[in-house]
């Protein structure tokens, strides 16, 4: 079983359309989660930490919410240059530092 | 730019052939860590250093697969016989000394093809 899901898959969207990614895990301690954002061919930009249940974080377009077992990355009225792959991962308390990544949800906003 | 960078960006190999790939991570950056990943999956974990010490290596990792860290700044990750299965874009990331679940900064990655 995958320690960390992300959906949907893909994710269409026009612009000024607002929705949510979400990202679910199944670790017994969280040390933290984070997003990224991954234009393709380039590497993972980071956006986002969250280190317990009920913190939230924005970043203009973006808001990052965390539960006990799930995150939600909410985008307001996006833009298209807001299409992109936008990855979670886990890093397991009491373990080592290496993060768990989920295959990312791909979003493609049309102007 | 102070980000991470890696070198080359692309590479292009026939099969059995030997390749290295360099990585120079955030200067004041104590960890650092390999990725591989394949189209529509997320970064595979390689391989992970603190300074000069390389302090876990994944399972999956083959024994063709072999990093260095000397004096702990740059990083290089060697693979030997590369096989087409290799192929796949390298992303190094490096993370602060201290700090809580240390963030992971990325590198623009390498893409590497074997043919």
């Known amino acids: 079983e995958d320690q960390v899901t992300q959906s949907p898959e893909a994710l269409r969207l026009q612009e000024g359309e607002s929705s949510s990614l979400n990202c679910s895990y199944t670790?017994?301690?969280?040390?933290?989660l984070f997003w990224y954002r991954q234009d393709p061919g380039k590497g993972p930009e980071f956006l986002f930490t969250?280190?317990?249940a009920g913190e939230e974080k924005e970043k203009e377009r973006l808001k990052a919410t965390l539960t006990k077992k799930e995150s939600f990355l909410h985008i307001t009225a996006p833009k298209p240059e807001d299409s992109a792959t936008y990855l979670c991962?886990?890093?397991?308390?009491?373990?080592?530092?290496?993060?768990?990544f989920g295959r990312g949800t791909s979003l493609i906003v049309h102007p | 730019d102070t980000g991470v960078s890696q070198n080359p960006r692309h590479k292009i190999t026939k099969r059995g052939q030997n390749v290295t790939f360099r990585c120079d991570p955030i200067?004041?950056?104590?960890?650092l860590y390999w990725y591989r990943q394949t189209l529509g999956q997320g970064p595979e974990f390689l391989t992970y250093?603190?300074?000069?010490?390389?302090?876990?290596k994944s399972r999956l990792l083959s024994d063709r697969f072999s990093a260095e860290r000397p004096k702990g700044s740059f990083s290089t990750l060697e693979i030997q016989r590369t096989e087409q299965g290799d192929s796949a874009m390298y992303l190094c990331?490096?993370?602060?000394?201290?700090?809580?679940?240390?963030?992971?900064?990325f590198g623009p990655g390498t893409r590497l093809t074997v043919l």
């Open positions: 670790v017994s301690g969280l040390r933290g």
């Open positions: 969250l280190y317990s």
């Open positions: 990331a490096s993370s602060a000394r201290e700090g809580r679940p240390n963030e992971q900064f």
């Open positions: 250093f603190q300074n000069e010490a390389q302090l876990e």
């Open positions: 991962a886990v890093q397991e308390s009491g373990g080592s530092y290496i993060p768990t």
């Open positions: 200067s004041e950056h104590n960890r």
